[in-house]
């Protein structure tokens, strides 16, 4: 079974930053997909930044592109998503997601809340 526990959300000015990170447990090395999906109020969730095996590439939604940096930490079992540049329409809760043999995994989620 894998869990994943998200941190480091929080109220942040309009151009200010903030890291989340995603603590994983179980097996997820075999992963198809890792990433962080957002959801506003309102709104769907839609993708944010993922990893994608096999050769680990990444994807970006446009709107974060050239702002936010998502990496991870293999032998921290740990996620990260650097977030700069912050804009109102930023405000949402992240939630990190993992694939794997085609099973979603979902974190609780994390609120950021980006003040103008």
């Known amino acids: 079974q894998v869990q994943l526990v998200e941190s480091g959300g929080g109220l942040v000015q309009a151009g200010g930053s903030l890291r989340l990170s995603c603590v994983a447990s179980?097996?997820?090395?075999?992963?198809?997909?890792m990433g962080w999906y957002r959801q506003a109020p309102g709104n769907q969730r839609e993708l944010v930044a993922t990893?994608?095996?096999?050769?680990?590439?990444?994807n970006y939604t446009d709107s974060v592109k050239g702002r936010f940096t998502i990496s991870r930490d293999n032998a921290k079992n740990t996620m990260y998503l650097q977030m700069n540049s912050l804009k109102p329409e930023d405000t949402a809760v992240y939630f990190c997601?993992?694939?794997?043999?085609?099973?979603?995994?979902w974190g609780q989620g994390t609120q950021v809340t980006v003040s103008s």
């Open positions: 997601h993992v694939l794997i043999q085609y099973h979603n995994y």
């Open positions: 179980g097996r997820i090395f075999s992963f198809q997909r």
């Open positions: 990893f994608i095996s096999p050769g680990d590439s990444l």
